[in-house]
């Protein structure tokens, strides 16, 4: 059974930094691209960060471009998130979500959707 | 950069109508759409990938149809468990980048 459980979340200052956990199980992790999706409270789904199977490609959104670093350690099957110069802007709860590729051609695949999801984090930006 | 748009923003309907709610791409994205679930305090649940194949263990009263810019996701007989809010997202480019439309909320008539 897939299972992804993310953790690290809590209460910040405006400018603080924090870092999210995701440990995942029930597949072959290596094999799959892992990405962050966030939902503010009362909003809808916004995309944060996927990085591919191996960490050697990432892309985020321009919201987070510069200030988060995702991050993956394939050896201990967990997903990360640093998070920096966070704003009110950035509280929400963060899912985990294992990203699958239609297709891929070389090195490069397309068409991704997140079919499997954790249960969220909740990062509060608040003074 | 893509964006998605859907309507209805809301719909209210009753156990057993037919649903249909539609999502619109601002360029064409192939078949590269997706359908979700999400229900209050829960984490999303994907229906639909690659704009019409229904995810193992997804009832087969849910749909999808649709390429290019213009999408549906249609419920045949609408059940009590489904309502909730439902999401498109694409992400047609690499390395990916990925758009999630604003949401559909289905509530009960």
């Known amino acids: 059974e897939v299972q992804m459980l993310e953790s690290g979340g809590g209460l910040v200052q405006p400018g603080g930094s924090l870092r999210l956990s995701c440990g995942a199980s029930g597949f072959s992790f290596s094999s799959y691209a892992m990405s962050w999706v966030r939902q503010a409270p009362g909003r809808g789904l916004e995309w944060v960060s996927t990085v591919s199977g191996v960490g050697g490609s990432t892309s985020y959104a321009d919201s987070v471009k510069g200030r988060f670093t995702i991050s993956r350690d394939n050896s201990k099957n967990t997903l990360y998130l640093q998070m920096n110069s966070l704003r009110a802007e950035d509280t929400a709860l963060y899912y985990c979500?294992?990203?699958?590729?239609?297709?891929?051609?070389?090195?490069?695949?397309?068409?991704?959707?997140?079919?499997?999801w954790g249960q969220g984090t909740l990062v509060t930006v608040s003074s | 950069d893509i964006q998605l748009t859907q309507s209805p923003s809301s719909l209210s309907a009753s156990v057993g109508d037919r649903v249909t709610i539609t999502c619109r791409a601002t360029q064409s994205i192939s078949n590269s759409l997706s359908w979700y679930q999400q229900k209050p305090g829960k984490a999303p649940k994907l229906l639909i990938y690659a704009a019409s194949t229904l995810q193992s263990g997804v009832p087969s009263r849910f749909s999808g149809s649709g390429s290019g810019t213009d999408f549906t996701l249609t419920i045949s007989s609408l059940q009590p468990e489904d309502f909730a809010t439902y999401y498109c997202q694409q992400s047609y480019s690499t390395p990916p980048i990925f758009t999630f439309g604003p949401g559909t909320k289905v509530d009960i008539k």
């Open positions: 979500a294992k990203s699958t590729a239609l297709y891929c051609s070389g090195t490069s695949c397309y068409s991704y959707y997140f079919d499997y």
